[in-house]
């Protein structure tokens, strides 16, 4: 009786082994997709539209340059690739749509869902009031409807005509380089014939950064004002940081860091 009773109890945990480690095995195989980009989450419009069944019903990170505005809602992003892949349709479905028109199409950092477009069902869905009329070419094609848009220009961008981007927020992209021990770094739009690096503040609690690393910074522009800076972040600077850095970067636009997405 004995021995029946262990065997029993040995061929439960045997099964309940294999189940487990069948749930693994395709957890793996969902999760290791040959869709996946790359480590940053952030992915090529053209391999959206190149590989449309891979992401339909997915969530993506994409940043390109506007070419061309449909309606209140609707926008085009460049394809970003010179020999490969399509530009792609994104529909803005937050409750404040960005203010966008022809004459002024930055680049942007999009946040959304792909989608197959029908555009009756994509309305009801997302409870949307679009001129079908501006649509009906891009019937069945793959777009992306988004959830979160922001400004993304490059940081040559910033440094060249700040004043058009002060107490907006933006999420700018380059590589990092001359990280300060007090908070201070400059990001690199990785542009051999890039201008200016933009100089970027990072309030406390601060994450460990390094060398050449490319992220995402998401924050707000403002003049390089040190005692202001130390006055509104509280950044811990005494007076010879403060003296320091404001004969370096004084009066130069700066990017106050809220949130640093790491890329590499």
């Known amino acids: 009786m004995g021995k029946c009773l262990s065997s029993q109890v040995?061929?439960?945990l045997?099964?309940?082994?294999?189940?487990?480690?069948?749930?693994?095995?395709?957890?793996?195989?969902?999760?290791?997709?040959?869709s996946k980009s790359n480590l940053s989450g952030l992915v090529d419009v053209a391999e959206i539209t190149q590989n449309p069944e891979s992401y339909i019903g997915?969530?993506?990170?994409?940043?390109?340059?506007i070419l061309e505005t449909i309606g209140e809602r609707g926008f085009i992003l460049d394809k970003d690739r010179a020999f490969s892949g399509d530009a792609i349709l994104a529909i803005d479905i937050s409750k404040t749509p960005m203010?966008?028109?022809d004459k002024n199409t930055p680049e942007v950092l999009v946040k959304g869902k792909v989608e197959r477009l029908t555009l009756a069902s994509i309305q009801q869905q997302y409870n949307l009031n679009l001129n079908s009329e501006l649509y009906t070419q891009y019937e069945?094609?793959?777009?992306?409807?988004?959830?979160?848009?922001?400004?993304?220009?490059?940081?040559?961008?910033?440094?060249?005509?700040?004043?058009?981007?002060?107490?907006?927020p933006l999420?700018?992209?380059?590589?990092?380089?001359?990280?300060?021990?007090?908070?201070?770094?400059?990001?690199?739009?990785?542009?051999?014939?890039?201008?200016?690096?933009?100089i970027v503040v990072q309030p406390k609690?601060?994450?460990e950064l390094n060398e050449k690393q490319t992220a995402i910074v998401y924050g707000t522009l403002r003049p390089f004002i040190a005692v202001e800076l130390e006055q509104d972040y509280d950044l811990g600077w005494d007076l010879s940081v403060q003296q320091q850095i404001e004969a370096e970067y004084s009066q130069k636009p700066v990017l106050v860091a809220q949130k640093i997405q790491l890329l590499n």
Request: net charge negative; aromatic share 6%; with cysteine.
């Open 10 to 12: 040995t061929g439960k």
């Open 14 to 34: 045997l099964i309940k082994e294999m189940a487990m480690l069948a749930t693994i095995t395709l957890s793996a195989c969902v999760n290791s997709s040959p």
């Open 58 to 65: 997915r969530a993506v990170l994409v940043r390109n340059d």
């Open 99 to 101: 203010a966008l028109s």
């Open 140 to 168: 069945n094609q793959p777009v992306i409807m988004a959830e979160k848009l922001i400004l993304s220009p490059d940081p040559e961008d910033l440094t060249q005509n700040p004043e058009a981007y002060y107490g907006q």
């Open 171 to 198: 999420a700018i992209k380059g590589e990092l380089e001359d990280l300060k021990s007090y908070g201070v770094f400059e990001l690199d739009e990785e542009q051999a014939f890039g201008g200016e690096d933009l």
């Open 205 to 207: 609690p601060r994450i």
